[in-house]
């Protein structure tokens, strides 16, 4: 059976079809904890994230119950968090920082749910998201479509590209 591509793991984990968490999927995470860029649509992302927080969660809640000293329950702050990430329309741009401590969280809370989730929900509770760019075809008869189209040309090698410009002094 070939092995299914990044993109395809994704979109199945996002969709339900997958459940576990794989080391594919978890390079996706090592990415933009690495990079703070992700090449991926961020709806699949975010069920990736949602899961491995609810996992990370788990675990640590599963060792130290300290949660319920400051008033409220783990589940209904677990919700709180999944609530605050689903909100987002594009990455926030602290996608990079959450990543790291998804995947590392023991380097700086060593056993604590209470610090662990507090980390989680400040990294959640920004406005600002990721700006989604996307360059527009040129207009035709502009400057960047003659640019391009020198560009083209010269890269084909159809035009010279040592031949010496024509500079006024």
Known sequence: MA???????????????????TPQLLEVLKEMATTGQSRYEWAHLK????????????EYYEVTKDLE?????YEVVLKRLLTLLAEFPNPPFTTQRLCELLLDP???????????????EKLLTVSSTVPIMSIAPPKP???????????????AGEIDGAAPMDVET
């Open 3 to 21: 092995e299914m591509s990044i993109e395809e793991a994704l979109a199945g984990f996002a969709n339900g079809s997958e459940k576990n968490i």
């Open 47 to 58: 069920a990736l994230i949602a899961a491995k927080m609810q996992q990370v969660c788990a």
């Open 69 to 73: 000293a400051t008033g409220e329950a």
């Open 106 to 120: 023991h380097r700086i809370y060593a056993s604590s749910t209470r610090k662990l989730m507090n980390a989680l």
């Open 141 to 155: 008869g502009s400057y960047q479509a003659v640019a391009e189209y020198d560009l083209g040309k010269l890269a």
